[in-house]
């Protein structure tokens, strides 16, 4: 998986400019202050090229954040050193799997966005990414996750799009055609990625798959329900229950 978001990262910022980070973040912050309010520290499990630990660090929190791609670490600390020194000295990135990595450190809160739990194609990797946050976790501390919805999935079957977007460098065409295998819960979501670089008009092709699993609520209890005490579900930037109309939720849990 992480040859996939090496790729990745070259264009993921470029992606993802338009995307709510602000906003997203104020919302799981939102959670933290409500759930666990004396919470500073916070582990991001799959923090990508750092924009939610940047937000969050510029509300005054501590955040370690550990991905798998090398490369979207690069561009993480790239972002760090050109934050003011305050909210920099509040940052820390490592290379690690969710599934395994220890800190050896413990945190307030865990977090892990971006649907970096429905990469967790198989059970044992499920199984093994909730004994990580609990790993980091005292008792009482939160673990926030978001995930693909499967009751909204199934209701909303995926289907091809196709994103053009660029800079002052480069063009990006991206397709993505999504395959369901409902047997496993999962989608397949092949892109072709098509880049062009603007000074000389080379364009580079890409093909990445994505492995996504779509979960359901009780599906995800027999997970955690010896480690966590469910704190809630929503629909996700909503204070509304999951419905089938919000493909991403997120899940709250406290540690036992």
Same mark, same amino acid.
């Given at each position: 998986?992480?040859?996939? @978001?090496?790729?990745?990262?070259?264009?993921? #910022?470029?992606?993802?400019?338009?995307?709510?980070? =602000?906003?997203?973040?104020?919302?799981?912050?939102?959670?933290?202050? !409500?759930?666990?309010?004396?919470? !500073? $520290?916070?582990?991001?499990?799959?923090?990508?090229?750092?924009?939610?630990?940047?937000?969050?660090?510029?509300?005054?929190?501590?955040?370690?954040?550990?991905?798998?791609?090398?490369?979207?670490?690069? $561009? =993480?600390?790239?972002?760090?050193?050109? /934050?003011?020194? *305050?909210?920099? =000295?509040?940052?820390?990135?490592?290379?690690? #799997?969710?599934?395994?990595? +220890?800190?050896?450190?413990?945190?307030?809160?865990?977090?892990?966005?971006?649907?970096?739990?429905?990469?967790?194609? $198989?059970?044992?990797?499920?199984? =093994?990414?909730? !004994?990580?946050?609990?790993?980091? /976790?005292?008792?009482?501390?939160? @673990?926030? @996750?978001?995930?693909?919805?499967?009751?909204?999935?199934?209701?909303?079957?995926?289907?091809? +799009?196709?994103?053009?977007?660029?800079?002052?460098?480069?063009?990006?065409? +991206?397709?993505?055609?999504?395959?369901?295998?409902?047997?496993?819960?999962?989608?397949?979501?092949?892109?072709?990625?098509?880049?062009?670089?603007?000074?000389?008009?080379?364009?580079?092709?890409?093909?990445?798959?994505?492995?996504?699993?779509?979960?359901? /609520?009780?599906?995800?209890?027999?997970?955690?329900? *010896?480690? @966590? /005490?469910?704190?809630?579900?929503?629909?996700?930037?909503?204070?509304?229950?999951?419905?089938?109309?919000?493909?991403?939720?997120?899940?709250?849990?406290?540690?036992?």
């Amino acid at each position: 998986m992480s040859q996939v @978001f090496d790729s990745y990262a070259r264009y993921y #910022d470029l992606l993802y400019r338009d995307k709510d980070y =602000a906003g997203e973040s104020e919302y799981i912050a939102g959670h933290i202050r !409500k759930q666990a309010p004396q919470a !500073k $520290r916070i582990l991001e499990l799959g923090c990508g090229t750092g924009t939610h630990a940047e937000h969050l660090a510029r509300m005054g929190y501590t955040v370690h954040g550990v991905d798998m791609s090398e490369a979207m670490l690069a $561009r =993480a600390e790239v972002r760090k050193a050109n /934050l003011p020194k *305050d909210v920099a =000295a509040r940052l820390s990135f490592a290379l690690g #799997d969710v599934r395994t990595v +220890r800190t050896g450190a413990t945190y307030d809160t865990v977090i892990s966005l971006f649907h970096v739990m429905s990469y967790q194609t $198989r059970n044992v990797d499920l199984e =093994a990414t909730f !004994k990580t946050a609990s790993f980091h /976790l005292q008792p009482g501390g939160l @673990f926030l @996750f978001d995930f693909w919805y499967g009751p909204a999935v199934l209701t909303q079957r995926p289907e091809v +799009r196709v994103r053009c977007l660029e800079d002052g460098e480069i063009k990006v065409t +991206r397709i993505a055609e999504p395959v369901m295998h409902v047997n496993e819960n999962i989608v397949s979501v092949n892109y072709t990625m098509f880049i062009e670089v603007k000074a000389t008009g080379q364009i580079e092709q890409i093909k990445e798959n994505h492995q996504m699993r779509y979960l359901f /609520l009780p599906e995800l209890q027999c997970y955690y329900t *010896d480690k @966590f /005490l469910e704190c809630g579900s929503y629909a996700w930037m909503t204070d509304e229950q999951p419905n089938a109309e919000v493909w991403a939720s997120i899940q709250s849990l406290v540690s036992a």
